[in-house]
């Protein structure tokens, strides 16, 4: 089991895969990632749908940097608490709750927009709704999938989950700009309701338990809470996970945000330029994505990890040195291909060194992380790009991210993580389907 220091685990009613029948899990797997991919198209439609309303009614760039908090600040705060829900709640409960509350807030803010009412604040509120429900649902999302999927088929699930959101990265821009074309940002609202309707409904036909713990039923909710922190704070391989997944993120801001800017400044500002340099990113990670549901990766993941930080850090330096367009657009084909190689076994090791009843509180720190580290690394690289060169602060990021990840490889704190996660790890049973939902 892990090498958490904080009391003793409590004890959960966990076997094996509830029926051993292969065909019966591959089902609801089947299931749960088609809901999750239908609900995923609809979510990404308003994701972009918005972001292009604000810029085409405002042309504000304050207005879009309040989109942004209010889009992402929500879900890292809410994260925190949705950790601990799903660790004590039914997974797909709450995943069904967050999924209602989302559609019934774009559907509310659709019908005041046919009623003439546009205010901004309405799209904010809408856009903090949205981002509350994520922060519940992320944590719940990556905690039921190790209870659905053999320990030894997680690399794999958690590799075609990769590859559909990439292909949803690769579609739906084109889709969205269809239909808000031809319908307005109106049709795309509704569009979204259905596809959470539908969602919702693949999801109510995966049986899932819920995870309970006998010795702990009574605990306050804060206790746990701090437990959690407590968790990932004694875990010697979670926290350097962790802490390295939080710098990476932050430095991934400059090759993931400011490369459209580098494009536009150094290479022309013409769309298909911009579109370029996106297809080669969303194609790269879709490929890997694809290889890693097929060849399921390599057995040592931490060695995965460490080998692809290393190469963020590398292709970075190498886009800010960049003098040729289809140099740079390669680069950034690499930098996909790599990310799936860093998120897919990141996942897969916290579930399965984590055990079960403590997933949702890991996970949810996870998602605190996913959603404050990008607008922070844009806090600070955004305003330096306006003062120096893009090509200048990729070099500073690449050279940065080096740094940090050869100083987390080679320190003996480091070297003792890395041994605890490369180490066979007492994944958590797959839990039971004891009870029918």
Known sequence: MSD?????????????????????????????????????????????????HLTLLTQSGLVLALAAIFGFLPQAIVSIFGGVWADRMNRKFLIVVADSAIAVSTLALAIFLLAGYDGLWLIYLTLAIRSA???????AVSALIPQI?????????????????????????????????NLSIIGIFFIDVVTAVIGIGLLLLVPVATIRRASDEHVPYFTDLV??????????????????F??????????????????????????????????????????AGVLIAIWAGAKNRVAMIVVTSLLFAVVTLALGLSTNFWVFSAFMFA???????????SMTL????????????????????????????????????????????????????????????????????????????????????????
């Open 246 to 287: 939080a710098i990476v993120f932050v430095l991934a801001a400059a090759p993931s945000s400011l490369t459209p800017l580098m494009v536009a400044r150094s290479f022309g500002d013409d769309v298909w330029m911009l579109a370029v340099v996106e297809l080669a990113f969303s194609i790269g990670m879709l490929i």
């Open 335 to 345: 930098f996909g291909l790599a990310v799936p190689y860093f998120s897919t076994p």
């Open 133 to 139: 429900g994520a922060g519940i649902q992320m944590p």
């Open 4 to 52: 958490a220091a904080a009391g003793a685990t409590p004890t959960v009613e966990h076997t094996v895969v509830g029926d051993p029948a292969p065909a019966r899990w591959k089902r609801n797997v089947a299931v749960f990632l088609g809901g999750q991919t239908v609900s995923l198209f609809g979510s990404m439609l308003v994701q972009y749908a918005i972001m292009w």
């Open 227 to 244: 437990e959690g922190v407590r968790y990932i704070a004694s875990h010697t391989f979670i926290r350097w996970l962790l802490v390295l």
């Open 350 to 437: 916290i579930q399965e060194k984590v055990e079960p009843e403590k997933q949702g509180r890991v996970f949810g720190f996870v998602g605190i992380v996913m959603a404050v580290a990008m607008p922070l690394g844009m806090s600070v690289l955004g305003p330096l790009a306006d003062v120096f060169s893009v090509e200048s602060l990729l070099v500073a990021a690449g050279l940065i991210m080096l740094v940090v990840v050869v100083i987390a490889i080679t320190v003996p704190a480091g070297r003792r993580a890395m041994a605890a996660g490369s180490a066979a790890a007492a994944a958590p049973e797959t839990v039971a389907q004891a009870s029918a939902d």
């Open 149 to 181: 999927t053999p320990t030894e088929h997680l690399m794999r699930v958690n590799g075609i989950n990769g590859s559909i959101q990439s292909a949803m990265m690769l579609i739906t821009p084109a889709v969205a700009a269809l239909v808000y074309a």
